[in-house]
């Protein structure tokens, strides 16, 4: 059974950065596009950024667009989130997607809470 943990999230003031990780286990990482979503209290689950097995495409939600940033190292088996110029709208529930490309299995893990505040 697959798992992924988050880590990374914290409080950081308006303007900070923050990187997030997301380690995956139990299946095999470089087959699976990962991507980033998060929700707000009260809001619905929203994609932040996504990225396919091999790097070669990302995609980004229109909100982040030139401020976030995904990346992988297959060889960690770890997806990254690194946010720059964070803005209180940023607070979240920060969590990290698994899904394959051949059965469309997917895995979610737990969350990282994100809290933008000065």
């Known amino acids: 059974q697959g798992q992924l ?3 990374g999230g914290g409080l950081v003031q ?3 950065s923050l990187r997030l990780s997301c380690t995956g286990s ?3 990482f470089n087959m699976y596009a990962m991507s980033w979503y ?3 209290p009260g809001k619905e689950r ?3 950024a996504a990225i396919t097995q091999n790097s070669s495409t990302r995609n980004y ?3 982040v667009q030139g401020r976030f940033s995904i990346s992988r190292d297959n060889r960690k088996n770890t997806v990254y989130l690194q946010m720059r110029n964070l803005e209180p709208e940023d607070t979240a529930m920060y969590y990290c997607k698994a899904r394959s490309t ?3 299995v997917i ?3 737990q969350g990282t809470q994100v809290t933008v505040s000065s």
């Open 38 to 40: 998060r929700q707000a």
């Open 61 to 63: 939600g229109d909100s």
């Open 26 to 28: 139990g299946f095999t």
């Open 14 to 16: 308006p303007g900070g």
């Open 5 to 7: 943990v988050e880590s």
């Open 107 to 109: 895995y979610w893990g």
């Open 102 to 104: 051949y059965t469309d």
């Open 46 to 48: 929203e994609l932040v």
